[in-house]
Every structure is written in C-alpha cells, then in structure tokens.
C-alpha cells in the first residue's frame, strides 16, 4: 500500500508528560545551540490531555528543571498540598490515624500540588508548540517501522475501516512517519513499548514488571467540607479483606473539588475480587464518605499503573530510539507518583538525542543514555525504593510499610539487601473455587454507582463500526478456559463493562462478549487476563475518554 510520509529529526509517540517534556527539551536544547529540528508529537487522543489519568499530587521537581519560571508562564499548579492526613481502614466502619511520625518520609508531600495532570499537558503541549513543535492529537501509532534491527519511525492508524476490515466512505490510510529517532512515550502498557520490548530483549534479567489499576471520579463537594491542599491517602480496607493490597485517595484540589480513587494491586489472587466494586464500596466508609455525602460526581476514569520499579525497569535505548516514562516503568511507588519521573526520564532523554543528532547520527543505538539515566536524581530516587513494591507484595501493606518507614525515616536509604517480586501478576490467580466470594452492595446512585453510568461520564466515544480493539488469540479460552476455572475474570477486572459472559442466542450455551465502543483504555485486560489471551491495540484515532480536568 503507497502512504503518505513524513519525516522528522525526532518522533515522539504520547502527548503525556514524558513525551511533552522531551519535545520541550530538545527544542530549548537546539535553539540555545542555533540549530534547527523538527520535532513532532503523535497523540492517540482527540486531544492533549483527553487521555490523561493520574491522582495527582504532583511533586515539580522535574517541571522546576524544564521551566524554572512556570509561574509566570502561568502553569496550572494552582493548589499546593497543606496537609497529609493517612489512614489505617480497620473494616467498613472504624479507621486509625497514622501519626506523621510514622509515615514514610517519601509519603510526605510537603511542596508538592494537587493538579490535574491533563490541563499541566495541555499546558506543556502549548509550550511545545510556542517552542515550534508540531502537536498532532487524534492520530494513533498503530505499527512501529522496523528496518533492518533499526526502529525507522510509527505508521499511524487506517482511519474509515469498517468492523469487517472494508473500507468505508471517507477511508484514509494511515502515514508514514519516519524519524531519525523516535521516543516512545505511551504511558503504561503502551501496545508498541510492550512489542519493543519483547522484539529487542530490553527486560532480559530484570524482574516482571508489576501493574496496579487506577480509578478516579471528580467529585464537586459542599464548600463547607472542602479544605483545598488536603491530602488523605489509606489502606487497608476494603482491599485487605478481599485478600489484594493498594489503597485509596482524597485529593481536595480547587474550586470546592476532590479527587477520589482506590488503586488495586494487579497482582491481587482472588478471581472473584472486582477493583471497581472495591472502589465503590471505599466510598461507603465514613473516613470517605463524610466528603462526598451531599456532592455530585462530576467524572470518572481508570487507568492502569506501571509499578514495578526499579526491579523491573527495562533497558531504555534500543536502534533507532528510546522507551520512556511509564511507557517504561519509571514510576516512584514508595510516593505514590510517577509525573515527576517521567518529565525526567524525557528531559534526559532529549538530552541524549540532542547529543546524538549534533554528532550525525541518524538511528545508532544511543548507548550513552544509560549512563545519563545513572547519573541523574532519577536512578538514584529508584533504586532507594527498589524494595517498596516488592516488601508491599510479599509482607502485605503494614510489615511492608514498616519497612519502608525503617529504610526511607531510619536507616534514610535502602536495606543493604534487594527484595524481588518475580511472579508475573497474570500468574498470580488461584482458581474460583478455591477463593471466597465477595458480596458487593447495589449502587445507590448517590455515592456508588454501576459502571455503564460511569464510562457514560469519561465521555467515552469510539466509531461503532470500527474494527474491535480488543484482540483474543484464541477465541475459545474465554469460555473454555477462563470460565470455568476463574470464572472468567475479565467480566469483573474490567472497570468499564467491556467483557460480559451472556447466553448465545442459538442455545448454544456461554458466549464471551466484548463491547469495545465501552473501553477507557486502561489496559488492565492486556495485563491481568491469565491466558495472556487479550492483546489491547490501539483503535481509529481520536476514539476513547474524554477526561476534563482529571
């Protein structure tokens, strides 16, 4: 097939704030050295920060090295943290309060903002334009260009395919677009980084990486409950009673808003356990509930969590380009945050292209990075948390804080010893009938709702008659496999009511069904499924949430 082309110094595929970041950089960086490049920015969103899903205490360290005068520019930091206040849940009634004291000092956020991190890309990406950046939302990287072992650049998505693969009105083939390097820049599970990954052994010798799934509403409260800056973060209940571990926050952020999330470990081992259905429940506690009472949800997403750390980390250079933020995994899980990380991870990485490009490489393996990566704040901030996953995995969320609280308040680094955690989360499921039910309340449609209602206000939109995104190797596992020893886990991991289990018409007997128009795109189905059965890939550009100020 003839397609158009396009072709760039740099490539970058993401607009988060990785890949903003780096396109800011190596346009500040060539304009000081007065050099010209192009550099251009893929979005598979209908818009910068459409996709975008995080907490966000946002930690500035990395914006402060990006644009030490983002005041003046008139960044959206608008609300510096004022209190942490963190919670013990002993069960659905009664909590503790943990003295300061005794938290994790990296569990302080003292200089820190709650932010909605779509608008602080939407912002960078008006940056990176002012800086002469081209911003491309709406197309999808479907397809890496491999050319002899060297990445070349992406093919975005054909646009106009109907679901049976014809051609619709309107069909237009996707690009070319080629680069002398290309930064990868998906986020968490990104469908190309898992394929780089894989094709150039960049996890060989490092533990499997670990997922945690996000979810989130934005909440308008009664003002008289609303202290702008409050943190609360807890653990324990719900999760620990259904045998996972993660935990919840409360973020109150402007104009009489709060965030409200629950994060489930996806290493979590009971099939029957529901993350959504956790988070529902979290909002029935009274520590959570005396905030929301009275308030309207406003929005509602989820967003699976790269949380493996520097254990897990792969290999970040390959021919032809880079892998970078959480596309890669650099989130800090001992702060609960991963923005900051990833800023630097694309700061270094422009960095390390800009050196490239000036010495006339085009493509060559980029080999110093890693010794940039090492000598950066980045490396070190991973590897003293290196065992907070992992404590948090094998001791469960109490011993696992305490050894956090002796590494990071006591011995203030890290245990002379690295913690491993090498069981893949799809591993870790025990079948159905060896784990207890959990009884889940109905929704009251005033603090806890269905999921259907949910993905209706993520503004999620897909072209109906479009290709299923949502690919199984082999369509029998579901049934045949899948139900009967887990209870087909994906009607019940899926925070958005893309799997169901339902009758055949014919009579025929169970049916796996996918409604893919309902995806939020979380990737938690890519992650989690047991057979590994599920691979997420992207769908026509443009389609997916549409998250306001989340």
């Known amino acids: 097939m003839e397609r158009e082309s396009m072709e760039f110094d740099v490539l970058i595929v993401g607009g988060g704030p990785a890949g903003l970041s780096a396109a ?17 920015v893929v979005e598979k969103g209908s818009e910068i920060g459409a996709h975008i899903l995080a907490g966000t205490v946002f930690e500035p360290t990395a914006l402060n090295e990006l644009f030490p005068d983002w005041k003046e520019k008139g960044a959206p930091l608008n609300t510096p943290v004022t209190r942490d206040d963190i919670f013990l849940l002993k069960n659905q009634e009664s909590a503790t309060k943990i003295p300061n004291a005794f938290v994790p000092k990296n569990m302080h956020n003292h200089g820190n903002y709650i932010i909605s991190l779509g608008n602080l890309c939407r912002w960078l990406a008006e940056q990176a334009e002012g800086l002469g950046v081209e911003v491309y939302p709406g197309f999808a990287a479907s397809e890496t260009i491999v050319e002899d072992g060297q990445v070349k650049g992406i093919i975005t998505g054909d646009m106009g395919v109907a679901r049976d693969g014809s051609e619709k009105d309107g069909y237009m083939p996707g690009m070319e677009l080629r680069a002398k390097y290309t930064l990868f820049t998906e986020g968490c599970r990104g469908h190309l980084g898992k394929r780089l990954i894989n094709d150039f052994k960049l996890d060989e010798g490092k533990d499997p990486q670990h997922y945690g799934i996000g979810i989130k509403e934005l909440w308008d409260i009664d003002p008289a409950k609303h202290e702008p800056g409050l943190v609360v973060h807890t653990t324990g209940w719900p999760l620990k009673e259904s045998g996972s571990t993660g935990g919840s926050f409360l973020y109150h952020l402007e104009n009489g808003q709060v965030y409200v999330g629950l994060i489930t470990d996806l290493s979590y081992s009971n099939p029957h356990l529901s993350p959504f259905e956790e988070f529902q429940r979290l909002k029935l506690h009274p520590e959570v509930k005396k905030y929301l009472e009275g308030g309207k949800r406003v ?19 390959f021919p032809g380009g880079l892998l970078l933020g959480c596309d890669a995994g650099t989130l800090n899980g001992s702060k609960i945050k991963g923005s900051h990380t990833a800023m630097k991870s694309g700061l270094l990485g422009a960095e390390a292209v800009f050196e490239a490009l000036k010495e006339g490489k085009n493509g060559e393996e980029i080999t110093s990075f890693q010794k940039r990566y090492e000598g950066s704040w980045l490396y070190k901030e991973l590897y003293a948390e290196r065992n907070f996953g992992p404590a948090m995995h094998k001791f469960g969320n109490i011993v696992g804080g305490a050894i956090a609280f002796f590494e990071q308040n006591i011995l203030r680094g890290s245990l002379p010893m690295t913690f491993h955690d090498t069981t893949p989360d799809y591993a870790t499921l025990k079948p159905a009938s060896e784990c207890k039910k959990v009884s889940y309340p109905k929704p009251d449609n005033k603090l806890t709702f269905d999921r259907l209602s949910s993905v209706f206000i993520s503004n999620t939109n897909h072209e109906e008659d479009q290709p299923v995104h949502l690919k199984l190797t082999d369509p029998d596992i579901p049934i045949k496999e899948n139900l009967p020893k887990y209870n087909e886990p994906a009607q019940r991991y899926c925070p958005a009511g893309v799997y169901e289990v339902i009758d055949a018409e014919d009579g ?22 047991p057979a590994q059965n599920i691979t997420w890939v992207t769908p026509e550009g443009g389609g997916g949430p549409n998250y306001p100020n989340m």
């Not at 800011?24 to 192009?38: D, N, P």
Request: net charge positive.
């Open 299 to 317: 929005s509602y997403g989820a967003r699976a969590i790269t949380k493996g750390g520097y254990n897990a980390l792969p290999k970040m250079s």
């Open 508 to 529: 025929s007997g169970k049916k796996f069904q996918i409604n893919a128009q309902n995806c939020v795109h979380c990737k938690t189905c890519d992650i989690k499924d």
């Open 24 to 40: 800011c950089r190596v346009m500040q960086l060539a304009q000081e050295a007065g050099e010209e490049l192009t550099v251009c």
